[in-house]
């Protein structure tokens, strides 16, 4: 097997990752660099301190005990009292003496102190008993010794409860769980810039004005905003440059074609040649208006309730000449359009530049009629239509070179002397409503343009327009 094909088996086999926005690619590598100083963090703790909170409280309850035992034994029997009653204001420690008929209440001593007493028991002798509960009185009661005497040393179940306070594995979920809080506001924060300037772009691609971008902030999305503000005046001056000069040509242009139509008709001239030269003029009229029409695309279009199967019910006096002519062969099933949100001479003039492309390329042979099939049905959020004509179709590798201005494709289908912007006049609609427009060849012959065309908003969401 040859370099050049193993580099080919090994791309076709290397794994395709999914792709995800930027947004999410920050959260999610802010979120695995904190989950992991997270996880290190907690095992070092974990492994610095070994000790278990029942340990370390039996040895701070046993030097209480020890103490307090201490003090009592070698403070004078006069003021014994006096200590106790000391301890008990100043150290919330108190010392009552154990009797039999003491009644002990298991049930609240709870697993925590009963985790104590072995380990009481190792500090302070076999005999030491903790209680959570002794004579209806809460508290902490160890039982301790002096001179043969039994005593309880009670300590505030508080003192103790608190000891035994979260976890690390709680306090690192809590640490967690606000540190990916942080990390998605981060993300937004980051991410906000790029996303305001996909939806400019958005916008500017179906032709639209994007509002300007904020030059302030970090310096490279600064300077990034700055040159597409730029860009985007720009595009606007020479749009607005090019519609008049358009314009302007369009003036100029047809002002000697209708001399030339008067001279026609004044000239004395054979008929055929009067109606050749006047086709010609008509053809050089209908290139300069398909000019004029591609250039004002840009302008806002007025919005209305549009009743599309009203619209297109007057196809039928537009191309009466032709379908008279048996040049054409029209059908129409707009009986599921209902309504659209939208301009309905943008409707018209896309409608009318699709069946004008399949009346001029969509004959089965040459002098038979062009059959059209129109078909307008309600979309998801918008309108759908579809016009197929019976032709010999295009190469499937033009199909989207189709949708450029300028473009024809002569040779395939035959000579049109159209100016080539009849579908790009189609598709320049198409994404100024956040649509698209998508040619496929029909498997028995011809070619299916589908137009979708969402109710018009004054917004399109990125990642919509066009097909290409």
Known sequence: MSPHTADAAGARAAPQWPRISLFWRTFLLLALLIGVSLGTTLGIAG???????????????????????????????????????????????????????????????????????????????????????????DGVWISFEIDGDDYWLILPRARVERQFGPGLGVLGLIAAGLALLGALLISRLVNRPLADLNRAIARL?????????????PTEIAALNRRFNRLARDLARLDADRSLALAGISHDIRSPLARLRMEIELAELGAGQRDAMAEDIERIDRIVGQFVQYARIAEAPRTERVDVAAVLAGLGHDYRGAIEAGELSLTVDAGEAGHWVGDPTDLHRAVVNLVDNSMRYGRASSGAPARVELSARRAADGLLVEVRDHGHGVPAADLERLLQPFTRMDQARGESGGSGLGLAIVERLARRYGGTLRLANLQAAGLCASLTLPDYRGMVEPGRGSAR
Do not use: Y
């Not at 020890?66 to 403070?75: D, M, Q």
């Not at 691609?205 to 902030?217: I, M, Y």
């Open 47 to 137: 492994l610095l301190d070994r000790t278990p909170p029942e340990q370390r409280l039996a040895w701070e309850i046993a030097s209480v005990v020890n103490l307090t035992r201490s003090a009592l034994v070698s403070a004078e029997p006069d003021r014994r009292l006096d200590l106790v009653e000391q301890l008990a204001h100043e150290e919330e420690v108190r010392v009552l003496p154990k009797e039999p008929e003491d009644r002990i209440d298991d049930d609240a001593t709870g697993p925590r102190l009963r985790a104590l007493q072995p380990r009481l028991r190792q500090l302070l002798g076999a005999g030491t008993h903790v209680a959570g509960r002794v004579n209806g009185i």
């Open 205 to 217: 691609s179906r032709g639209g004005v994007p509002p300007r971008l904020a030059e302030d902030g």
